[in-house]
């Protein structure tokens, strides 16, 4: 490295044109960088239900939409009120992407007439009619298995007014393609042919993707703007997937912006709080922005896309530049002090020669707590880790470039020690690690029973709503819809009959009408049978008794109304006499969603209650398969799980396993890296011991207050390892500096009032820096900061105090030998 340092210090302006070259072209690429807020970011990489919930998806008519929970002041059928969601109805049909609108007032209103069933099929009534019975539809909208708990709340007093949203052929296309390609990779039967078809169909997707988003992003902010017009003192609120992803894109660009000005201002006062030299705040500054447009342009050039777990990337890399900055500027401090005729480009490069060693491992350590979150099964987790590894070693590098060829260029300036003189926190964390040693330890072990304690009351349960803060428009309406409307998280039950279900069907129900037609089984006209009613009835019934369940949608809701319209009996032949003569466009809502004839299937669409406290999503998932499985025992049927809700409980349980496996391998990699370092494997037991009890204390406080671990706080350990081990390679290199001719107790002292100061002060920036996520819309990013926040004081007094108290307890006054 001497001769790199030389070319540095003799040719900096060279350096520097290569460096402001390389910004401008990276600077070009990095406005290619794009966000991807979709819930896909939240699937396991390898989760095998994920090919049953694209099978899904494709095979049912369940188009995507938009729902707006109205509540009005007037009654739900009042004439003003029925004016008002008609008005509503109108302006958000010219919305661009709107293709159907379903309300209260175009519903098929089955038992609010008169008529005899034939003929409510020839001519359907809704309460758009004028001759509709209003005291009828109150009773149905309050009873109907249709409705009630769904389209209105069960009180009457807010409605849904559901926009289905226009399905882009081309789109729908190229996901099909790709999900068939990513079901075979999952599968793990993909040919070398087909990888290359799914690179080049995935590239094609995302392209499509982001000009669909723009799209979907403006239609959104249209119906924002709609109901804004009609809101007066009215509560009116919107949901739904497409509102989330718009709105999760806006959080994610927020939060970049907010975060990298945040910090940015953050560190400027830190620096002029430590330094008061205009260069020691300007230079840090210039160096940040330059290895964040680095790292941005690398990722935009390579198509990688922030998430909302990898939007605190800019605000972790500007965190950890600053930390090596500041090294290399206390550094150059002391030694302008301590060697007064070494001229400027003397002191650089000893500067850089000091600091490259303790420098190079600090940020290798951290690359390693990062690299261990691709333990994860989750692909933003991974690529978080990936991004901050390779901005990190980016910022390692320019670090050492740019403040080397730019304090090159400068004048000698005298250091001013205003701070330094007046500051005695590590003096006295010095003293009390050498002097109170046992109570170090009895207050140590303490903590680290706390943080047991606290461990074994972590959870994994997490409930998407508390996700998002109540004042946002996400929580909101999904609060409205969960609470009132049915619930949000959905559940898809479904039900495959087996081979030709009338020979598999119990001989008992089986009766000549049916014997008659069994050739012809899989056609619309008899494919409804008694049979397979029966099945569906029970299923039916036992979902909508279910704790934690909203509302059930199957083609027993149906049977439901058709029992009431035909004095209780559901008759098959008048079931498949609707399926075949039935409108499109109501058949679309209460048949083709439920019902695939050719895949001799029923679906069970459910809704659960998210935001209820007592939901334990993995217990409620076991337990619906195994009850479902006793129902049906005997009639030869396939009983699966599916919907969002399996999916992101397969996440939540994932999370437990690959914390377990990123603590194994961070800790044993740290131990052996340690080892090599210090070339002790006392003083790297003693490192290791150090920086675990403050990470148990972290944990303790989340398990006592009931936090639970999510996709940002798994991150939390690596991260915090990896940042705080910096501080005790950096100690334990000074110390054994200071130990080659002082005794272990002035080591420490020594070690205190030198790099001392450059912890508390890259400690203090890396404090600031993560304190700014509380402003996120997002909570676990809120629990993500504050709780990192709490590990790094924590790590920071465990390098200052039981450090330094271990390594008294351990070497007394010996000197340590020293390779």
């Not at 807020?37 to 095979?59: G, H, I, M, N």
Request: aromatic share 12%; charged share 20%.
């Amino acid at each position: 490295m001497k001769k790199i340092f030389k070319f540095i210090v003799f040719y900096p302006k060279q350096i520097l044109s290569i460096v402001l070259a390389l910004t401008v072209i990276l600077g070009y690429f990095s406005t290619k960088l794009a966000v991807d807020a979709s819930t896909e970011t939240l699937l396991l990489e390898d989760d095998k239900d994920l090919a049953l919930f694209r099978d899904v998806a494709k095979r049912y008519a369940s188009p995507n939409y938009l729902v707006v929970a109205y509540t009005p002041k007037n009654d739900l059928l009042d004439d003003k009120t029925i004016e008002k969601i008609r008005l509503l109805s109108d302006e958000f049909a010219k919305n661009e992407l709107v293709d159907s609108i379903v309300s209260i007032l175009n519903v098929p209103l089955l038992q609010s007439s008169a008529k005899s069933l034939s003929d409510i099929i020839d001519k359907i009534p809704a309460l758009n009619d004028k001759d509709i019975n209003k005291t009828a539809a109150r009773e149905e909208f309050a009873s109907s298995p249709l409705y009630s708990n769904s389209l209105v709340s069960s009180d009457l007093k807010t409605t849904a007014i559901i926009l289905n949203l226009k399905s882009d052929e081309q789109y729908n296309s190229i996901l099909n393609s790709r999900n068939l390609l990513l079901n075979k990779e999952l599968n793990g039967t993909i040919s070398s042919d087909e990888k290359k078809q799914l690179r080049l169909i995935s590239s094609e997707f995302k392209a499509y993707r982001d000009q669909l988003r723009v799209v979907e992003q403006r239609s959104v902010e249209q119906v924002r703007e709609a109901i804004k017009k009609f809101k007066d003192d009215e509560k009116l609120f919107l949901g739904g997937v497409n509102m989330i992803a718009s709105d999760m894109v806006s959080y994610v660009k927020s939060d970049l912006y907010i975060y990298g000005i945040s910090v940015t201002l953050l560190l400027i006062f830190s620096l002029w709080l430590f330094f008061r030299q205009f260069r020691w705040i300007v230079l840090p500054i210039f160096i940040c922005i330059i290895s964040v447009i680095f790292a941005t342009g690398i990722f935009g050039f390579l198509g990688w896309e922030i998430t909302v777990i990898s939007s605190n990337f800019v605000a972790l890399q500007l965190i950890i530049t600053i930390s090596v900055v500041i090294h290399l500027i206390v550094s150059y401090r002391e030694f302008c002090l301590t060697k007064p005729k070494l001229n400027q480009r003397q002191l650089v490069y000893i500067t850089l020669r000091d600091k490259i060693n303790p420098s190079f491992f600090a940020i290798f350590t951290t690359v390693i707590g990062f690299l261990s979150l691709a333990f994860s099964d989750i692909k933003p987790v991974i690529m978080l880790g990936i991004m901050m590894s390779s901005s990190i070693s980016v910022s390692f590098v320019l670090a050492f470039l740019i403040f080397g060829s730019v304090v090159s260029n400068l004048k000698k300036l005298q250091p001013i020690r205003t701070f330094e003189d007046k500051f005695s926190f590590t003096k006295i964390c010095a003293n009390f690690a050498i002097n109170y040693k046992f109570a170090v330890y009895g207050i140590s072990a303490l903590m680290l029973a706390f943080g047991i304690y606290g461990i074994s009351k972590l959870k994994v349960e997490n409930s998407f709503i508390e996700y998002f803060k109540s004042s946002t428009e996400i929580f909101k309406g999904m609060q409205v819809i969960d609470t009132k409307l049915g619930g949000t998280v959905p559940v898809d039950v479904l039900i495959t009959f087996k081979k030709d279900d009338q020979t598999c069907a119990p001989s008992e129900i089986k009766d000549e009408f049916e014997a008659e037609f069994e050739a012809s089984a899989n056609d619309a006209k008899y494919w409804f049978n008694s049979y397979k009613m029966g099945v569906v009835k029970k299923v039916h019934e036992y979902l909508e008794n279910k704790e934690f369940v909203g509302k059930v949608s199957s083609l027993g809701t149906l049977l439901d109304v058709i029992e009431i319209l035909n004095k209780g009996e559901a008759d098959d032949f008048l079931l498949s006499v609707m399926y075949e003569q039935m409108p499109q466009t109501y058949k679309n809502i209460i048949l083709s969603p439920f019902v695939s004839i050719e895949d001799n299937q029923v679906r069970f669409s459910l809704r659960t209650i998210d935001s209820d406290k007592n939901l334990r999503r993995d217990e409620f998932l076991k337990e619906l398969k195994n009850d479902l499985l006793k129902i049906t025992e005997n009639d030869n049927v396939k009983v699966e799980i599916s919907g969002a809700m399996v999916l992101y409980n397969n996440m939540l349980q994932s999370l437990i396993f690959s914390q377990i496996d990123s603590f194994g391998f961070v800790f044993l990699t740290l131990f052996i890296v340690f080892c090599i370092i210090f070339r002790s494997i006392k003083l790297a037991l003693i490192s290791i011991v150090a920086n675990i009890i403050p990470l148990c204390i972290v944990f303790g406080v989340m398990g006592v207050a009931q936090i639970p671990l999510d996709i940002m706080s798994i991150t939390i350990a690596s991260i915090s390892i990896g940042i705080g081990v910096d501080d005790m390679i950096h100690y334990i290199h000074r110390f054994k500096i200071e130990n080659r001719i002082k005794s272990v107790k002035e080591s420490i002292k020594a070690s205190h009032a030198s790099i001392g100061y450059a912890m508390y002060y890259t400690s203090f920036a890396i404090f600031l820096g993560f304190s700014v996520m509380v402003t996120s819309n997002f909570i676990p990013t809120i629990y993500f900061g504050v709780l990192t926040d709490l590990v790094m004081a924590m790590m920071l007094l465990g390098a200052l105090i039981l450090l330094p108290a271990l390594i008294h307890s351990f070497y007394g006054e010996k000197l340590i030998k020293h390779s």
